[in-house]
């Protein structure tokens, strides 16, 4: 493990060509292969936590921007933006709570709020920190569209929920969350496509529908409390059958390790057999062959008409 | 399929005895064999967009009625019902939004409702439109009683979710919702057989808790978007062990071309079979016989018994 | 069935060594061996029904207390624990509805809804009735603290949905229910340990996920309307897979004589097995043995560990 070419090792083990990151929009992006290790633009910060001193300097210092105003925050959000894409970014993130709905605030408001944000952080009203996180997410998904980059949701998860967890041990969720609450969003994006994942499975049929009917929504993977094979072979075969094939990013593996990859993806690839054998094979009489190819688009044909690698 | 006697062809071919329509209130029905297309006063129009001009003309049109006071708007409602009970309807039916809970509203409530619906068209304010729509849904519900007709509930449908989608690719639905908000109008009216539809797979369970425990309260088939293979066969399996065997009815096509009838109907009577066949024969073991017997009054037995055919 | 030892011999054939009751908060636990009938003080009462003349007249009683202050209120609720502890209660338990949100409730907001409640009785505000319930299940929780009992929680039921239906055919639920709403008592109590039944299946994801992250929250049995086969198997599948194996209390049967053990644990018994034999036998290539093992912590090991019998 310690050998120089330890990850190279790793990656050709795992028959992995490329992987993608999500990297905080500060990040420099320089030090690696971004055809291997490719970027995604992480915006959780931006939209959730811009009342934090914190988060306001980093974005200041990243884009070389003095943020006074909505103008200049509007400048910031496309100054990251042309780096991450500049440097072969291929996608822009976020995962949501289950309460937020994203909406538009008109340039107005957002001045309000980021005023109170300015001299309150995180102190200011509530209601200031929710318009400025709605302007900020309509923002970035305007960005998306000029940049022709998918914006990935995953949606959800309500954090630190257990404050006295281990790192990553503390976020669950409220599961009375729906998809319509992304209604005008996706109407008024035609053409970024978002990829989308959600927290729980009861939300899984929601999403297969609304990849079914919006052009504009992919189905993607399964996300954290539903990445275990019952609930992934429950969604699984609901979708195979609901939603577009071209419109179905069957799986990623949330890796925070190289080494994981090989583990979770075989776990799903056995899932995906399963269901493609009993569901099709058997129940529909397909050939073998014809299981085989819908599965390979799912698990890797879709990943790149979507991502555009 | 130009033959003058297609759809009696259709109709043997796919072992068709007759089949439920569902008409617009104005629908002249004449012209066509009732008996074999049955009738179904379908109430949409009435209960959520009285507020549009064109309904309450075509409601004044079909029922010779000028609609001035609420007794004028019962009276109208009395009619359509006798005008379809004459010609063989066997039951009422509505798609229903999740946001929708029935409730008894006063007359004098709804005399201010109409007032201003009469006054200000669709720009009335929201709660008379809302007012409305519960004082007409509890007015068909005792007509329904009057008349000893089932009233059909497809519940949970949000209109023009993607109002840019082809026709009926446009809705989709938010699944919270609950059956709880129908409990005043299941009490109330204990003679009325509620044949109930649910739009989301997450909201089976309560269907099925519902039926076990409501006399009125009959699952009905598989809707939209819960009308695909893993979706039904969890359902099904579902309502066979918990919603007593006479109160429920398994399949309706929901077609709208008399050629769906048959493919759709094969797809469920494989489901229905796989269920039996693996959950009764080989779990319980019971005989061949019996799951089949099962399965045919779900399938046929309970639609001649709840809808008097 | 008349003879003398009749519950002996049903216990035995049954291969049951104790039964865990719930109590009455004024039962007075004599008259029977509380070795084989395990005592478990039930609250939902005190929590829920404390605006009622005659439940404050039985805590009177029964604690010999007069409760004119909170001071007396919660010497009353200590005095119940004491009682149940020194008779062998292994637990306390309670049904909630799905609105109920516990959290921490001010001496001097309780003390207003008491003197509301002492006064008015059921005619009390609902809002001071609410207080008071918060109040009283927080005071509850902490008496499990001091006593180290757990208290097993079962989460959604709607009292009285239908109340013309036959005794226990009246309760209902609405699903939209979420475990976010018990994480400030899951907190603030980390001793206390919470088995958790949930009434709805859309809910056991929620569940699963909640007993993988705090340590205190232990999944248990398959409550009511997802007390069916169907619901079982999927449920089960799940938190085999999410749950720590030790955190897992796999049924219980909700008897209500003592003759329905057998079956009901044979049912799930079945279910279990076929789980285990399914998805890890075949899916996972484990032993038989190592299956066995898992299945039998499941559904005897941990409820000893649990419950300290």
Redesign the interface.
């Known amino acids: 493990m310690n050998a120089d070419n330890w990850s190279e090792q790793v990656l050709e083990k795992s028959g992995i060509e490329a992987v993608f990151l999500t990297n905080d929009f500060d990040d420099s992006l320089q030090g690696f292969d971004t055809n291997v290790y490719i970027p995604c633009l992480r915006t959780d910060d931006l939209v959730f936590h811009l009342a934090k001193q914190d988060v306001r300097d980093r974005l200041e210092v990243s884009t070389s921007t003095s943020l006074e105003s909505i103008t200049d925050l509007r400048q910031a959000v496309a100054t990251l933006f042309t780096h991450f894409k500049t440097n072969n970014a291929k996608a822009c993130a976020i995962s949501l709570p289950p309460s937020f709905s994203p909406s538009t605030i008109s340039d107005g408001r957002a001045k309000n709020a980021l005023q109170q944000i300015l001299t309150k952080g995180t102190e200011a009203d509530a209601s200031h920190i929710e318009a400025m996180a709605r302007w900020m997410f309509w923002t970035i998904t305007q960005q998306c569209e000029t940049h022709q980059l998918p914006f990935d949701l995953m949606i959800g998860v ?1 954090r630190r ?5 281990v790192f990553q ?8 969350v ?3 609450q992304y ?1 005008e969003v ?2 008024a994006f ?1 053409t970024v496509t978002f990829p989308i994942s959600v927290l ?4 899984n ?2 999403l ?3 990849a ?3 052009p504009n929504v992919v189905t993607h993977g399964h996300w954290w ?2 990445n ?4 992934i072979e ?1 969604d699984t ?2 979708r195979l ?2 939603v577009p094939q071209t419109k179905q990013i069957g799986y990623y593996s949330d890796m925070y390790k190289l080494e994981f990859a090989l583990p979770k993806f075989r776990m799903y690839k ?1 899932i995906l057999s ?1 269901v493609l054998a009993e ?1 099709y094979v058997i ?1 529909r009489n397909w050939s073998e062959q014809r299981a085989i190819e819908f599965g390979s688009i799912i698990l890797r044909g879709n990943v790149e008409t979507v991502f555009d690698i």
């Open positions: 309500n929920v257990y404050p006295t967890g041990g503390q976020d669950l969720y409220d599961s009375r729906s998809l319509i209604q996706f109407n035609p729980a499975s009861v939300t049929q929601e297969a529908s609304y079914w009917i919006f409390y539903s275990t094979p019952t609930f429950h075969a609901a059958e609901a056995r399963k569901r129940d």
